[in-house]
């Protein structure tokens, strides 16, 4: 049973955050600064923190710079709230994996608690790399568990390369999971970002029903990866019409703090040293820079 950390000094929101995830069987403990947050991660075998930004003692950037250096195997997602869009890049760009804001705590809570839980797993399914990955194609058909699947493993590739730390590996690990589900959900399923607005439900709905039916069904997501000596590169490209990348909301924005689209395009390239999109907008290609020597 994954162990999650709530970091918060409002009583109501600790609560509400802390009876989402515990409805999922998950186990839940609590702090109501980030002082006390170094302490239960001492206490605890905490497997991901979820953390407010403005707190007394030590705010939400200080925790997330401490608990990185401590702990740097256990993820940390910001919980952001209007006024907060500055301290949030700060705190992404200081190790915190992700981020979601208050507003929308009950539609995307969970699932992106669980999204970071599976990507975080050290060596779940795997025992110990045959070789070492330089140059690769995998073709996806439109199943998430392939995605899945398909992130840990090259994140399991990148700890054993010796490129990053493991603060570098997540980052890589999330804007992956960002550009593949992308690729999944509006690319080859063309399931637009307002659906998820307005009905998550519907949303989930209409992306399992276009998996199973022509043309969507036959559609494919290719990731070719490339390791050099001094980077690490991901040309992932899907099947579908593409977008218009400058048509994209910028989510640092107030009025768009609580809107999906851009998030994960702003965590991508937050994360990353190079984000490029071809033309169509069907294909994006993400480079990271060695950080250390093997």
């Excluded at 609560?15 to 239960?40: D, F, I, K, P």
Aim: aromatic residues 6%; proline residues 4%.
């Amino acid at each position: 049973m994954a162990c999650i950390l709530v970091v918060d000094d409002s009583a109501a929101d600790r609560e509400m955050a802390g009876h989402l995830l515990a409805r999922q069987s998950w186990n839940v403990v609590y702090a109501e600064n980030g002082r006390q947050a170094l302490e239960r991660m001492r206490e605890h075998d905490v497997d991901l923190v979820l953390t407010d930004l403005v707190m007394p003692d030590l705010d939400g950037l200080a925790f997330v710079e401490q608990a990185k250096l401590d702990h740097p195997l256990v993820p940390v997602v910001l919980m952001t709230a209007r006024g907060s869009e500055e301290i949030a890049v700060r705190a992404l760009e200081a190790g915190a994996s992700s981020y979601v804001p208050k507003k929308v705590l009950v539609r995307d809570l969970v699932d992106l608690a669980q999204r970071i839980l599976d990507a975080s797993r050290e060596r779940r399914s795997y025992t110990r790399l045959l070789g070492r990955l330089r140059d690769a194609t995998f073709v996806l058909e439109n199943d998430p568990d392939l995605i899945s699947s398909l992130v840990s493993y090259l994140m399991q590739v990148l700890r054993d390369s010796g490129m990053f730390d493991e603060s570098g590996c997540q980052r890589i690990s999330t804007a992956l999971d960002e550009a593949l589900t992308n690729a999944y959900y509006h690319g080859n399923l063309e399931v637009r970002s307002e659906i998820r607005e307005h009905d998550p439900r519907a949303f989930r709905r209409l992306a399992e029903q276009r998996r199973h039916a022509p043309p969507y069904r036959d559609r494919r997501i290719r990731v070719r990866v490339e390791l050099t000596a001094d980077e690490a590169r991901f040309v992932i490209e899907d099947d579908g019409r593409g977008f218009d990348i400058g048509a994209v909301p910028d989510p640092t924005l107030p009025e768009n703090l609580g809107r999906p689209s851009g998030r994960g395009i702003f965590l991508m390239k937050t994360f990353l040293d190079d984000v490029r999109y071809n033309d169509a907008g069907n294909q994006v290609t993400l480079s990271k820079r060695r950080e250390r020597a093997d």
